[in-house]
């Protein structure tokens, strides 16, 4: 969650870790810090709160040093306040960590009965009270660093700068991800290639349990025990100029109005455009895709929050159009519940990130019980990426506001052309069907940009929104996990009371809500289940819920019972969720501004969660 900055080379460390910082703000913060050796002394500087409250600190600071570290801490041991913030000092040793050490208490109990002093509640202060352990007995860093690895128990990734040897970074992890930039004559420590994209774009990603050194402009890999390792370069092409926001308000509006080159981007590879067939590309995996899909009988999709909702939308896709079994589990239940992987099960994952923590341990669990994996990522060669044994790409581009957009509606796309892929390798969707259902999805990014006409709308209609006591979101078959996504935008962003159900659950419970002050938001494109869909909608319009629905076309009965009608283009159903969810996310988005919320960092969030 949190951001982590490391420099070393012959510019301003304090420039290079401050833009860095900045890129790294959509993960989620508390406070802020930044540590430079200058001639021979280590200057720290920390700040709680914002990123601007740490330079406010360091306008009149300036540095000889060529070395530095910095860090946005999300706290999780100790309050969000100046002595918890990083880097951490003790010593000659500086560090900054993300993650969390389990056995910390036990660490704290052994350095107090040494005598040591502990001047912050965070775990992270721990490490670096045993690396200057250690550094006292070796005088190297290298040394010091693989003794105290060996020491903790958790979830980490820690870089670690030492005042005595000014031309030395060292950093290590066991979870959360760490990358080293390789420039020229000039190296950065990561946690998110964003940081440093404007400087390089050769990257390595550490494993965990590998160790980074750079000394006197040379690079060298470790394990843990201290084997030399070899390690790959990766180009990452991403342009600096798409985390910039491009004249919009906010990233996620940005982000919300790049879906429609999104979803071209995540379906252009597997489909043919002039035979309008579908033709995935190879996934990575030892067999053929059709040779896997052919011999898998079941599918389980496991993922958190957002993505979780997408993997219900592939549940209903793949069911009905692949006439395969789908089951859907969340991470952190899935790890935890002793599951059952039967033979010829094919577990699917779906991170943004890429680095969800519960999501990667599920997909090693997994692993071991022997299912073939499949990870859905927006990042390439991130830690689940890597841990899949196939792969598929959102290709979304960088999505910095915390609320995910154009991931959900790129993994949604990709899903729409799994599900035809399945059904197509096992032979249940004809030729025409096909040509159908793929012309349709070629369909949808047009189709998108007529639907952000509503951000217009949604823009004047945000103060009367403000008005009800909460939200009641409806949807039948895969509209259903869409109403629970437009909820959760609203619960994230808004901070409002929303609700999400399947439309058929109104007597159930929900309908005891419902009156003049509460707003029924339903998702209804035309499909097999409309009528059902208005009928539930009849019961709560008799109890005075104000009706906000999403239909097809010009729906006449939706738009006699609704207070707001919105129109999307006509598209088959499995296109349906595509299309429906950008009104809900323009509504979240300009309900919450004109409340004045964070719309890109919203309390208590982060972008990408990679500790429990």
């Known amino acids: 969650m949190c951001g982590i900055v490391g420099y070393l ?41 914002k990123l601007k409250n740490l330079e406010e600190k360091l306008i009149n600071e300036h540095f000889s040093g060529h070395l530095g570290i910095g860090h946005t801490r999300w706290a999780t041991h100790g309050a969000p306040v100046e002595k918890n913030a990083h880097p951490h000092q003790v010593g000659e040793i500086s560090l900054v960590h993300n993650g969390i050490i389990e056995n910390y208490l036990d660490i704290k ?61 060292i950093a290590f992890k066991d979870g959360p991800p760490l990358i080293v930039g390789v420039g020229e004559k000039e190296f950065f420590i990561v946690s998110d290639v964003q940081a440093a994209l404007q400087y390089t774009k050769n990257f390595v990603y550490l494993e965990d349990r590998e160790v980074v050194h750079i000394q006197n402009n040379e690079i060298k890999y470790f394990s843990a025990l201290g084997a030399p390792l070899k390690k790959q370069i990766v180009q990452v092409d991403w342009n600096t100029e798409q985390v910039e926001k491009m004249g919009f308000k906010h990233f996620m509006l940005k982000e919300i109005y790049e879906q429609p080159r999104a979803v071209a981007a995540a379906i252009r590879p597997h489909l043919n455009t002039e035979t309008h067939q579908v033709e995935m ?8 895709n059709a040779e896997i899909f052919k011999s898998i009988d079941r599918i389980m999709f496991v993922a958190c929050g957002t993505s979780y909702y997408a993997a219900m939308v592939g549940k209903y896709l793949i069911e009905q159009a692949g006439n395969l079994p ?24 779906i991170s943004q990130s890429g680095e969800t923590a519960d999501t990667l ?23 689940i990426d890597r841990e899949a044994h196939g792969h598929l790409y959102m290709n979304s581009g960088v999505e910095v506001g915390v609320a995910s957009t154009k991931a959900f509606t790129s993994t949604i796309a990709l899903l729409n052309v799994l599900a035809l892929q399945i059904a197509k390798d096992r032979g249940v969707l004809t030729a025409d069907q096909e040509k159908n259902y793929v012309t349709q999805l070629l369909a949808v990014p047009s189709q998108l940009e007529v639907v952000l006409a509503y951000d217009k709308y949604f823009s004047e209609a945000a103060k009367k929104l403000q008005e009800f006591k909460g939200f009641l979101y409806l949807g039948r078959g895969v509209s259903y996990p869409i109403a629970l996504e ?17 439309a058929g659950e109104m007597k159930h419970g929900p309908l005891a809500l419902i009156d003049s002050n509460m707003a029924i938001v339903v998702v209804a494109p035309t499909d097999e289940l409309i009528e059902k869909t208005i009928s539930n909608l009849q019961e709560a319009k008799a109890r005075g819920g104000k009706i906000i629905s999403i239909g097809t076309g010009e729906n006449a009965a939706l738009q006699s019972m609704s207070e707001y009608y919105l129109s999307i283009p006509a598209s088959s159903w499995m296109a349906h969720p595509l299309l429906s969810v950008v009104p809900l996310q323009l509504m979240s988005y300009h309900l919450a501004d004109s409340l004045g919320y964070d719309v890109d960092q919203p309390r208590n969030l982060a972008k990408s969660v990679t500790v429990e």
């Open 9 to 49: 080379g012959f510019q301003d460390p304090k420039k290079i870790i401050i833009d860095g910082l900045k890129k790294l703000e959509y993960r989620g913060y508390d406070s802020a810090g930044i540590a430079v050796v200058d001639k021979g002394q280590t200057k720290r500087i920390r700040a709680a709160g």
């Open 109 to 169: 109990k052994d350095l107090i009965a040494r005598g040591a002093k502990i001047t912050s509640d965070t775990d992270s202060e721990l490490v670096a009270h045993l690396i200057n352990e250690e550094i006292q007995v070796t005088k190297n860093l290298l040394l010091a660093v693989q003794k105290t690895l060996g020491k903790l128990i958790g979830a980490f990734s820690i870089v670690v700068i030492w005042e005595k040897s000014p031309d030395e970074i």
């Open 281 to 288: 590309q190879t996934l990575g995996f030892v067999k053929s």
């Open 326 to 349: 789908v089951e859907i589990d969340v991470a952190s239940e899935f790890r935890y519940r002793k599951p059952i992987v039967p033979k010829n099960t094919l577990l699917i994952t």
């Open 361 to 383: 341990a599920a997909i090693r669990l997994a692993k071991e019980k022997g299912a073939l994996t499949l990870s859905i990522t927006n990042v390439q060669k991130s830690s």
């Open 486 to 502: 437009g909820a959760l935008k609203l619960k994230e962003l808004a901070y409002m009371h929303a609700e999400g159900y399947a």
